[in-house]
């Protein structure tokens, strides 16, 4: 297994390097031979995909991710995946050419374009952009907004034994006035969550002694709004201001009938609800302008960012006796104050049309508050504090980066991006513990295209990883009768990451991708045993705690065929095959076994037929995930999802100039299934096994949707 991931990254790493290498001493033979600069960028992109709107028009599409996602072999990806700052990148969307300004989630950004506005979308190799940070297939959306437009949605849900949910919906309205390009968006995003079943008990020899009915709801409420402008002015001059504000009202019940079997067992009900009123903020800012440099387009860019989260919650867990009555409880109060700034400045230039340059500099503040009280139910029917060390303070991390990168076209094949940098960043807490690291990171891609079809990425990285603060805190779980050591000795994660991606497009929207790659990663962030003062061979607790290495590797495959090739006009088929390994030192008893709750495997498969001469659509979709058991001191926990979730939809694309979808779900009849074996400290003794089955029935979804 060693030799694997040694030889996989190595791999990647010599690919990378000596591809690279050739198509250099490409470059120099073209250059010498042809005397004259490479080809501009309009003309480099001659053989991309490249979809007008009159292609969209049999989807009837309202918004640009509707046409998004009706691209054959593209999916957006945000790409703030634990990623640190603001950085270069961002997600494999452009709008107009530019990035997405700040965090702004790339699908909620698209959702606000009218898709009237849409002129055209181009699928383009990211590495052949100016833009540092971007590699693989990036999505540009060309938008023509004239006038005042909109768009809207409403959708509902019912289902078995659960309040119906009739309040989904978004509404944007977006124009230009002069200059200036506004838009502004309300939207509600509640859910309805549930299912019931029984969990079975049973002793380490297999006895059962004890079944529970058990009964979860849980309901949630996200209203919000946002408010973005763009403004222009004059020739290059471009700023943005996004706004966001959003609720999330959230309650949570879960009751337990206990029967007893045997004497183990116990004739109870208990009862556990959680509840959280949050609400966060977010503001993005930023300005570009020509500076310094006019001939090689010397561009610099200013970003400013806020983001804050207010977040009160309680959890409250009851024992019920049939005769006595309640005979055990407590309640655990939190409330936690998130803040993220960031300051970010980039300055870009271009010396020739085939290669640019970019130095970026950012600096960031991330604070996080926490108050926290346990209360426990005392003999005589009071709830009284109970002392938790650890679970009020406040962590504060400064942190600051700089990197350089360049990105330029090293011959009609061939593109190259490297970047390289290095972080600093200081963490403190209210304990008085402050500790400071330095990280070197960056990132080597290259892209060949040997043809018109097909396209090879390669990239090298070192990354760095994101700390969450949370863990350094002490909390409890009520429900599970487990608490959380907090550990304000945790560093941040680091890692090699290596991939290789492979696009091919085989014509009339038939597309195949597939993707491999693997991580060797150094101070993982996983649970480690935390050990008595006085006897330290004794465990007394967990902590999320760094483990010295880990590592990871996989492949990502996905197809798209599209029946009109052979007769079956309006017929798209999408698969989709994701697997991953991984292997980790287990801290408590020392053999390797895969990262917590990693993820293993998922499958899914998408038949759409928009039937030609029509307004009717209809199609059907199954998609199942596997994650790995999570491990602790004294438990081993596994949520799976038995039967894949399957789901059939019928749509028509004007009903008065509507859009109505039904949708019908849970066609396999899948549930939420756990499983938790429980062992003393150190997992030496099985005690017993918990098996949970929660079922729900079929779901009934509605959906409307227009433009103006």
């Known amino acids: 297994m060693k030799n694997f991931k040694t030889t996989l990254l190595g791999g990647l790493v010599t690919f990378t390097l000596s591809t690279t290498a050739n198509a250099l001493i490409d470059d120099a033979v073209t250059e010498v031979s042809i005397g004259q600069q490479q080809p501009k960028l309009n003309q480099r992109e001659k053989n991309n995909r490249e979809f007008d709107s009159a292609y969209f028009e049999a989807f009837a599409p309202r918004t640009a991710l509707d046409m998004v996602n009706r691209i054959p072999g593209f999916q957006v990806d945000s790409g703030d995946n634990g990623k640190r700052g603001l950085g270069n990148g961002g997600a494999n969307v452009l709008i107009n050419g530019d990035r997405i300004s700040g965090k702004t989630d790339a699908r909620d950004q698209l959702s606000r374009i009218n898709a009237n506005n849409v002129v055209n979308i181009k699928i383009v190799d990211g590495t052949s952009l100016d833009i540092p940070g971007l590699s693989g297939q990036v999505a540009n959306i060309t938008t023509n907004t004239t006038g005042v437009s909109g ?89 943005n201001l996004n706004l966001k504000y959003n609720q999330f009202n959230f309650n949570g019940r879960e009751v337990s009938k206990r029967t007893a079997i045997t004497a183990a067992g116990t004739a109870q009900e208990t009862l556990f609800t959680r509840a959280e009123d949050e609400e966060n903020g977010s503001i993005d800012i930023d300005y570009e302008l020509p500076f310094l440099k006019p001939s090689q387009n010397g561009k610099l860019k200013l970003i400013g960012y806020y983001r804050f989260e207010h977040s009160p919650t309680v959890s409250r867990f009851d024992v019920f006796d049939p005769i006595l009555g309640q005979i055990d409880g407590s309640r655990f109060f939190r409330v936690a104050d998130e803040q993220e700034l960031i300051g970010r400045t980039e300055y870009s230039w271009k010396p020739r049309d085939d290669r640019d340059w970019q130095i970026g500099v950012e600096g960031v503040l991330n604070v996080l508050d926490i108050e926290s009280n346990l209360l426990l139910l005392d003999a005589g029917g009071n709830f009284v504090d109970e002392p938790l060390d650890g679970a009020t303070s406040r962590v504060e991390e400064k942190r600051a980066e700089a990197t350089l990168t360049h990105s330029r076209k090293l011959s009609e094949k061939w593109n190259l991006q490297a970047s390289g940098g290095a972080e600093y960043s200081q963490i403190s807490q209210n304990t008085g513990l402050t500790r400071s690291f330095f990280r070197p990171k960056g990132f080597v891609s290259a892209t060949y295209k040997p043809n018109d079809d097909l396209t090879i990425t390669t990239k090298i990285e070192r990354d760095v990883g994101q700390l969450s603060f949370f863990d350094f805190i002490s909390s409890v779980s009520l429900q599970d009768d487990l608490g959380t050591t907090g550990n304000a000795n945790l560093v941040p994660q680091q890692s090699w990451n290596g991939e290789i991606e492979f696009d091919k497009n085989f014509g009339d929207g038939n597309t195949f991708k597939a993707e491999f790659y693997g991580r060797l990663i150094s101070d993982r962030v996983d649970r480690i045993p935390v050990f008595d003062d006085v006897d330290p061979s004794l465990i007394v607790g967990d902590a999320v705690g760094n483990i010295d290495s880990a590592h990871q590797y996989g492949m990502n495959l996905s197809a798209t065929v599209k029946g009109d090739k052979w007769g079956y006009k309006g017929t798209q088929l999408d698969l989709t095959l994701n697997m991953r390994d991984s292997s980790i030192e287990d801290p408590i008893q020392g053999f390797n076994r895969r990262i917590n709750n990693d993820f293993k495997s998922y499958w899914a498969a998408e038949f759409r037929h928009d039937i030609p001469n029509s307004n009717w659509a209809w199609g059907i979709f199954a998609d199942q995930m596997h994650r790995a058991e999570n491990f602790r001191i004294s438990t081993i926990n596994q949520f799976t999802f038995a039967g894949p979730w399957g789901q059939a939809f019928i749509e028509h694309k004007d009903i008065f100039g509507m859009k109505a979808k039904f949708t019908l779900g849970n066609l396999f009849d899948a549930s939420d299934d756990f499983r938790r074996e429980v062992f003393d400290n150190g997992r030496a003794n099985l005690i017993r096994v918990e098996d949970r089955t929660r079922e729900f029935d079929l779901t009934y979804r509605f959906q409307l949707s227009g433009s103006f």
């Open 151 to 239: 768009t809207w949605e409403w959708r509902g849900e019912l289902r078995t034994g659960l309040e119906p949910n009739f309040l989904g919906g978004k509404a944007t309205v977006s124009g230009e006035t002069g200059k200036l390009a506004w838009s502004f968006t309300a939207e509600s995003n509640p859910f309805r969550n549930g299912g019931r079943g029984l969990e079975t008990q049973t002793d380490a020899n297999g006895v059962l002694f004890e079944t529970r009915y058990e009964d979860g709801q849980f309901y949630g409420d996200q209203p919000g709004v946002s408010a973005d402008f763009t403004w222009k002015p004059k020739e290059e001059h471009v700023a």
